[in-house]
T-cell receptor, first 112, second 115 residues
Framework: EAQVTQNPRYLITVTGKKLTVTCSQN?????MSWYRQDPGLGLRQIYY???????DKGDVPEGYKVSRKEKRNFPLILESPSPNQTSLYFC???????????FGPGTRLTVL | AQSVTQLGSHVSVSEGALVLLRCNYS??????LFWYVQYPNQGLQLLLK??????LVKGINGFEAEFKKSETSFHLTKPSAHMSDAAEYFC?????????????FGTGTKLQVIP
């Protein structure tokens, strides 16, 4: 089944404790992206990747890192999480940005 | 820089009534336009998209949208609302930004369907 998977689905952590949210797709897509969703603000792009080893900042990249060492995986790293990073995070992939994006189920992160 | 404006963060309609969700965009080049739907506690899924060609685009679940270049709009409509249409709807635009093709989402419209 074609899908985007994210882990964990739910995470509660404390300020400053490094964490990684994994994202994997099995559709051989080149384009992958991370978004955060906050009430009233919609989806805001954090980082995106056009292909392996090609990543760029989105609209809200501060406090986040990404890497794209393999085509299927695009982890999101929070080196020192802060409470303002409490949010719902989505990973998405598509053949190209102009194509339909396939979204993961989301990761709800709470930083205390 | 591209942007998307969705008018009305909440829209309520009666079951069987017309659904109209508004989306206006700005883009320096001909854009690609999308509508996505998000059901509670789920990720987003594509409703429909406009790339080139016919300006009236039909999607899943009876939804359609019309690309109007002169009005820079891509409003989503459905003739008759069902209870199952209650969800949040996002308009998105994709065009080139700084040499890369980038996608920008609107802030979303929550649709409530009243029995």
């Amino acid at each position: 089944e074609a899908q985007v998977t994210q882990n964990p689905r739910y995470l509660i952590t404390v300020t400053g404790k490094k964490l990684t949210v994994t994202c994997s797709q099995n559709m051989n897509h080149e384009y992958m992206s991370w978004y955060r969703q906050d009430p009233g603000l919609g989806l805001r792009q954090i980082y995106y990747s056009m292909n392996v080893e090609v990543t760029d900042k989105g609209d809200v990249p501060e406090g986040y890192k990404v890497s794209r060492k393999e085509k299927r995986n695009f982890p999101l790293i929070l080196e020192s999480p802060s409470p303002n990073q409490t949010s719902l995070y989505f990973c998405a992939s598509s053949l190209q940005p102009v194509n339909e994006q396939f979204f993961g189920p989301g990761t709800r992160l709470t930083v205390l | 820089a591209q942007s998307v404006t969705q008018l009305g963060s909440h829209v309520s309609v009666s079951e069987g009534a017309l659904v109209l969700l508004r989306c206006n965009y700005s883009s320096s080049v001909p854009p690609y336009l999308f509508w996505y739907v998000q059901y509670p506690n789920q990720g987003l899924q594509l409703l429909l998209k406009y790339t080139t060609g016919a300006t009236l685009v039909k999607g899943i679940n009876g939804f359609e949208a019309e690309f109007k270049k002169s009005e820079t709009s891509f409003h989503l409509t459905k003739p008759s609302a069902h209870m199952s249409d209650a969800a949040e709807y996002f308009c998105a635009v994709s065009d080139y930004s700084g040499g890369y093709q980038k996608v920008t989402f609107g802030t979303g419209t929550k649709l409530q369907v009243i029995p």
